[in-house]
């Protein structure tokens, strides 16, 4: 399939509080009204089914485990993973994975629209410290709970169309789309939850906020020329903000659905994926432009030399 009609399935916010059952009531609402709209992929946000937990400073490794998934599907996805059968819907979300072995990822999804996984994503760029820290308003303590990713920005053929998937703070790194885009890929889907206010700096608003996410979207999708969406969880979590802004963006890096509110939000496009071949066969056809003999400092070396 080249023409997918694709959704991108906003999160409001998720309190402490609600249980797993009653997000996935709403993730159904969601799929539901893009059924009736027509889509054939529905997108959803980073961790989907809890609270963005890693603002929470935890010591007790049972009581973080609580926030993982031992299997996906389980009884909890299972009523999405069968209406999105029903539909005919391929699904890729984003949840805390805890492997048999007892590792920790922060994770996606990708379903063909039979409900098969078929591609699967753990975070590679995770943001954040590892310990309680004072100077900052509030915690963002992924690289607490998760360990990086250890499967690289792979792509799935999904019904003749090469999907990637990267997670929230991995939008910000051209690497991982050029990864991808050294694959061929035509669409690449990826969640995020990103607090309204930089814990760091008050003085940053959400205009900056969201203008920097949808800058790293649009130049991403551009400069490998694939359509990409991207899915906010939004809203006020328990007192404190995430932005909305989820988008779905052209190969030309043209935004062409754009969320409006910080709430569940469903918006669509109609993506043709023939339509990245123009890019990537001219101005960025690898092959004939590309320059590795300079570029060896990306793998060789992580951090600024001067
Ligand atoms: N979830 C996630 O990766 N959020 C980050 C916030 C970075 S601030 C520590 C993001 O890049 O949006």
């Not at 906020?209 to 020329?225: C, D």
Request: proline share 4%; aromatic share 10%; hydrophobic share 35%.
């Amino acid at each position: 399939m080249r023409e997918w009609v694709i959704g991108a399935a906003q999160l409001g916010a998720i309190q402490k509080s609600d249980s797993r059952e009653a997000v996935v009531g709403r993730m159904i609402a969601l799929l539901d009204q893009a059924a009736a709209k027509g889509c054939d992929l529905v997108v959803y946000p980073e961790l989907a089914l809890t609270t963005f937990f890693p603002r929470w400073y935890m010591e007790d490794q049972a009581e973080v485990d609580t926030w993982f998934e031992r299997e996906m599907p389980n009884a909890a996805t299972q009523p999405l993973f069968d209406r999105a059968r029903e539909h005919e819907i391929a699904i890729s979300f984003g949840y805390a994975e805890l492997t048999p072995e007892g590792r920790h990822f922060n994770t996606s999804i990708l379903t063909d629209r039979q409900g098969h996984i078929v591609g699967k994503y753990r975070k590679v760029h995770l943001p954040g410290h590892v310990e309680y820290d004072t100077e900052r308003d509030f915690q963002h303590l992924e690289k607490r709970y998760f360990e990086p990713g250890d499967l690289g920005f792979e792509t799935f053929d999904n019904e003749d169309t090469l999907m990637g998937m990267c997670i929230c703070n991995d939008r910000r790194w051209p690497e991982t789309w050029r990864v991808m885009g050294l694959q061929g890929v035509e669409l690449v889907m990826l969640g995020y939850n990103t607090p309204s206010i930089n814990s760091q700096n008050r003085g940053e608003g959400l205009e900056k906020r969201l203008y920097h996410s949808e800058l790293s979207v649009t130049a991403g999708a551009y400069q490998n020329a694939t359509w990409a969406v991207a899915v906010a969880k939004a809203g006020v979590e328990d007192g404190f903000p995430l932005m909305g802004g989820s988008i779905i963006v052209d190969p030309d890096g043209f935004v062409v659905a754009r969320t409006e509110t910080e709430s569940d939000e469903l918006v669509t496009a109609t993506c043709d994926m023939d339509r990245c071949q123009f890019g990537k066969q001219t101005i960025f056809d690898f092959a004939r432009h590309r320059r590795v003999e300079h570029y060896g400092r990306i793998t060789s070396q992580t951090g600024v030399k001067r």
